[in-house]
């Protein structure tokens, strides 16, 4: 039938746990004279990469300034951006303020390495002593790090090694700039690195930073990465999953449609003190639901109400979709009326899951009496409803209603979607309405509901099977 839209949202992402080799470096020894390295300093390559480089026009004279000297950063060449600084700082008549170097930083740092980039931040705090660099300047260095094409975490360890030496300890918002950084250059490898180095130096990631690493080890990594480290965290650092947390990891072994473990886990999840929370149930509910296997999902609904937490409006809407998919229409009607008494409505995603039950079942008569209700109640629908409708009515050979249908969509400018687009075509095309069928072929095209490509092969198939039938002498 037609598409069903994602009514029931999906639930948050979240955590990890397993045992993996110490990815912390040793410390490297120093003399007692020197600044001592809080990250271990490895020998690396200088690896800039090229990147281009825009700052935000304002009104006011530094950013002006700092726009200008973008223009100049024009290769990761160290004696070329001192250049450019001295030659700005020697035509600026005003005052320059953290802001004005921060940028400066920002747009130089972004094309060249990192030793280059704390080279020349050297250099503007030479040549210009009032200006005192802040927290949020050496993040800027730190950011531009992570992003580094280097196989180590040299390049970072630079970084924070600079920052440490200038008297800024890191922190929770260090570690958290670092995670999502290095995560948004697919190292995540790294990431699971440094996280547990900082731990292990006072400074821990805080709840955000941890499920943030939980959601993108269970998307891109696995299950079993994401139980690794979460076992780690908590018996090396003493760093626990919270609710967020088991919800990532139930969301995960939904999607993928292991709902024995998602099970499990909600067991877990009791025994470390967490109550489920509405979205949660709502997860779990989602999983069933999306195997039809309604009489699970009520099941979750019964336990939630048990545990006094109250359904939501996505509650319902999961529910009636999925006892609607699994055929329990009938059941499923019957929440309309639970639903109202908690003050919960239906809106357009309940009735068009209701109507692609029905017509799943063959009732499209009663899916379109449905949608007339639904406009009676003042809920307005959506194209999904009007697809999923056109869909089942052309199923069920009700093409004069169909085309009453598809005319309004036309009307309103509204896309078909590909299952509605293909049994409206074949359905005309059967009937021998071929030039109607070509008219619905050129609206797909026109709205931009189909490509090109899909719409043509649809209506070419669709007149070879019927010329074909026809030769045969088969009924169409």
């Keep these: 039938m037609g598409k069903i839209p994602p009514a029931f949202r999906s639930a948050i992402e979240n955590p990890f746990l397993r045992k993996p080799p110490s990815l912390v470096p040793a410390e490297t020894t120093q003399s007692p004279s020197a600044k001592p390295n809080y990250f271990p300093k490895k020998a690396t390559k200088k690896t800039p990469f090229q990147a281009s480089v825009k700052l935000k026009e ?255 409006l996505v509650t319902y809407n999961t529910l009636i979709f999925g006892l609607s998919k699994s055929g329990r229409v009938n059941e499923a009607k019957k929440y309309l009326g639970v639903m109202a008494e908690k003050g919960h409505f239906p809106d357009e995603v309940t009735y068009t899951s209701l109507m692609n039950g029905m017509c799943r079942e063959g009732d499209a008569l009663g899916a379109l009496a449905l949608f007339k209700h639904m406009e009676e109640k003042g809920c307005s629908p959506n194209s999904c409803t009007y697809n999923t409708l056109l869909h089942g009515l052309c199923k069920s050979k009700l093409l004069e209603k169909a085309i009453e249908l598809y005319g309004v969509m036309k009307l309103s400018g509204m896309k078909l979607d590909t299952a509605s687009y293909a049994t409206l075509v074949r359905t005309l095309c059967r009937e021998g309405r071929i030039a109607e069928a070509y008219e619905v072929f050129d609206y797909a095209i026109e709205s931009k509901s189909l490509t090109d490509v899909a719409a043509y092969s649809t209506l070419e198939s669709t007149l070879k099977w019927v010329k074909k039938a026809r030769e045969q002498g088969h009924s169409i």
């Design 58 to 312: 304002t009104q006011d004279s530094e950013s002006s300034q700092a726009s200008k000297a973008l223009a100049l950063f024009k290769s990761p060449s160290l004696s070329d951006a001192k250049n450019a600084l001295d030659s700005i700082l020697k035509r600026s008549k005003s005052s320059v303020d953290l802001s004005f170097h921060n940028s400066l930083l920002q747009s130089y740092a972004s094309i060249a390495a990192t030793d280059d980039s704390i080279a020349f931040l050297r250099h503007m705090m030479k040549i210009h002593p009032s200006f005192s660099p802040d927290k949020s300047t050496y993040h800027i260095l730190l950011t531009q790090s992570c992003k580094a094409h280097d196989p180590s975490l040299a390049p970072v360890h630079q970084a924070l090694n600079f920052m440490v030496n200038n008297g800024i300890q890191p922190n929770k918002v260090t570690t958290d700039i670092a995670v999502r950084s290095l995560c948004k250059a697919e190292r995540l490898e790294h990431a699971v690195e440094l996280i547990k180095e900082l731990s292990s130096k006072q400074s821990p990631p805080d709840t955000y930073t941890f499920n943030l690493l939980v959601k993108h080890l269970c998307k891109f990594r696995g299950l079993s990465s994401a139980y690794s480290f979460i076992d780690e965290m908590r018996s090396s650092f003493g760093i626990k999953p919270d609710l967020v947390t088991y919800t990532i990891l139930i969301d995960n072994t939904c999607n993928t449609k292991n709902l024995r473990e998602a099970t499990r886990l909600l067991g877990v999840l009791s025994e470390e003190g967490f109550k489920p929370d509405c979205f949660l149930y709502n997860t779990i509910m989602k999983g069933y639901c999306m195997l039809s296997r309604g009489s699970e999902a009520i099941e979750v609904y019964k336990k939630m109400k048990e545990e006094g937490v109250e359904p939501d």
